[in-house]
Nanobody, 119 residues
Framework: VQLQASGGGLVQAGGTLRLSCAISGRTFRSDATGWFRRAPGKERGFVAAINPSGSASYYKESIKDRFTISRDNAKDTVYLQMNNLKPEDTAIYFC?????????????WGQGTLVTVSS
């Protein structure tokens, strides 16, 4: 199983980034997929998840008005569009695949991509 995230980088506050994650080795169309992040000095935490069909998505409350998760089942890829970025969004972002049963349970993890937001 491989989850290859890309799209991280350095951006100024108020800017945008789009993270992508190509997933192989799993039946992508059957998986829920999601993003987690680990900010400096903090525990890793949930950001967003999306169901296998892409018809339902779930967000950490504090980012739901700025981030959008989506997926392309034809490309086995999940995305995280991040708008109006804030310095507190600085973190390593991890893409995941798993199941959603009341809440999201990831079972496969990527290496992560670093997002740095400067003030």
């Amino acid at each position: 199983v491989q989850l290859q995230a890309s799209g991280g980088g350095l951006v100024q506050a108020g800017g945008t980034l789009r993270l992508s994650c190509a997933i192989s080795g799993r039946t992508f169309r059957s998986d829920a997929t999601g993003w987690f992040r680990r900010a400096p000095g903090k525990e890793r935490g949930f950001v967003a998840a999306i169901n296998p069909s892409g018809s339902a998505s779930y967000y950490k409350e504090s980012i739901k008005d700025r981030f959008t998760i989506s997926r392309d089942n034809a490309k086995d890829t999940v995305y995280l569009q991040m708008n109006n970025l804030k310095p507190e969004d600085t973190a390593i972002y991890f893409c995941t695949a798993g199941v959603y049963k009341g809440r999201y349970f990831p079972s496969s993890w990527g290496q992560g991509t670093l997002v740095t937001v400067s003030s």
